[in-house]
Structures are given as structure tokens and as C-alpha cells.
């Protein structure tokens, strides 16, 4: 099985702009997940969909946003970039919301 | 909520040798999942190993293993036979049954060097 795929790897924006990421799951995974890794936070989790449904979300201001598709793509938002969301941003797929599968990361940097 | 900590932010060891990563967490939940992470300098997370809290026995891939004491609230992991490849960032991570509210809970990380 293909695994999971994220894309772009590489972003740079400038603040102020708005940002969409774009995440692919493993077949047959119907649980997506988000989290941010930055050095000074360490791995801080995002928001789960499943199903197209937003299951669970973490602390995180408005301004970060999801969507799942009904093939189980899921794409996250920033809006209104602030240099502190220079981030990794993983994204993780599973069957039942445990046992997660991360994708390679895009790399956020906003200037 | 439930905290994941790793107390060893850096460990090293020589190629070939057995090294042991330390990891503990704290719940209130009786089943739940645990989970290590190796993260290589690609920064793709990669799952190593994963144990169910019901299950007593210690989960094992090839050269990886754990040491799972539940009462403790203690997760080590073993590699045995350090390779080069195995040099990286290891997270412990914690998920009750499906997910939780959390996501999966990360611990802070170790840096592992291999010696050659």
C-alpha cells in the first residue's frame, strides 16, 4: 500500500497570507490527523477528521482550519499567517484514530 | 490529561551495542496504546513499535523491543544491535482506544547518536 503523502513538502509565505496544505491517506484509512512540530513546542496535535466529520480538535487558535473529502483527503488551512506558525506540519492517517501512519511533512516557513 | 515524558533528551551508544530509551506517562485510563517514533533527520515520523495495554507481553520488531510495566507507568524501549541507521529522534507517544480528544500525546524526545 502507498503511504501517506503530503503535499507541498516546502512552503514559504509571507504574513498575513493564507496557506492550505494538502494530505493524502493510506487506502482504506478513514481518520486523519494534523499536528504541528516546532522546536520550542514539540509535537502539539491539530485536529482529527474522520469521515468527513471533525472529530476531535486541540488548542489552537481559529485561524487553523480543516476539511475531509469523502475519499478521505483531508487539506488544513492557516489563515492570516503569523511568523510563529513557521512549523512542520505532519499529517497522520489511521483506520480507527490509534494507530497512526504520518506522512513526510510540509515544512511551513512564513517570513 | 495525559502527559508522555522522556527524561533522556540525548543518549549515545557505540554500533553494535544494546541501548535502552526511557519513557513514562501518566493516565487514568486501564486501556490505551503506546507507541514509539523514530523521526531520522528526513523528518518523516516512522512507528516503531506498538504495544496495547491489555496485552501483557512485550511487544517485539527485530531488534526493537519494549518493556511495558503497566503498574509503573513505564514504557522502555530496547534496540539491540545499533546500526547506523538507527540514529534519530525517538518519541513516545500515548492514544486511549480510537483516538482520543488529544490526538496521540508526545513525549519531549531523545536524541539518539550512534558511535560508529
Known amino acids: 500500500k502507498a503511504g501517506v503523502t503530503q503535499t507541498p513538502r516546502y512552503l514559504i509565505k509571507t504574513r498575513g497570507q493564507q496557506v492550505t496544505l494538502s494530505c493524502s491517506p493510506i487506502?482504506?484509512?478513514?481518520?486523519v490527523s494534523w499536528y504541528q512540530q516546532t522546536p520550542g513546542q514539540g509535537l502539539q496535535f491539530l485536529f482529527e477528521y474522520f469521515s468527513e466529520t471533525q472529530r476531535n480538535k486541540g488548542n489552537f487558535p481559529g485561524r487553523f482550519s480543516g476539511r475531509q473529502f469523502s475519499n478521505s483527503r483531508s487539506e488544513m488551512n492557516v489563515s492570516t499567517l503569523e511568523l510563529g506558525d513557521s512549523a512542520l506540519y505532519l499529517c497522520?492517517?489511521?483506520?480507527?484514530?490509534?494507530?497512526?501512519?504520518f506522512g513526510p511533512g510540509t515544512r511551513l516557513t512564513v517570513l | 490529561a495525559q502527559t508522555v515524558t522522556q527524561s533522556q533528551p540525548e543518549m549515545s551508544v557505540q554500533e553494535a551495542e544494546t541501548v535502552t530509551l526511557s519513557c513514562t506517562y501518566d493516565t487514568s485510563e486501564s486501556d490505551y496504546y503506546l507507541f514509539w517514533y523514530k523521526q531520522p533527520p528526513s523528518r518523516q515520523m516512522i512507528l516503531v513499535i506498538r504495544?496495547?495495554?491489555?496485552?501483557?507481553q512485550n511487544a517485539t520488531e527485530n531488534r526493537f523491543s519494549v518493556n511495558f510495566q503497566k503498574a509503573a507507568k513505564s514504557f522502555s524501549l530496547k534496540i539491540s544491535d545499533s546500526q547506523l541507521g538507527d540514529a534519530a529522534m525517538y518519541f513516545c507517544?500515548?492514544?486511549?482506544?480510537?483516538?482520543?480528544?488529544?490526538?496521540?500525546?508526545f513525549g519531549k524526545g531523545t536524541h539518539l547518536i550512534i558511535q560508529p
Open positions: 497522520a492517517s489511521s483506520i480507527q484514530g490509534d494507530t497512526q501512519y
Open positions: 504495544q496495547e495495554a491489555y496485552k501483557q
Open positions: 507517544a500515548y492514544t486511549p482506544p480510537g483516538g482520543g480528544a488529544d490526538g496521540l500525546t
Open positions: 487506502s482504506g484509512h478513514r481518520s
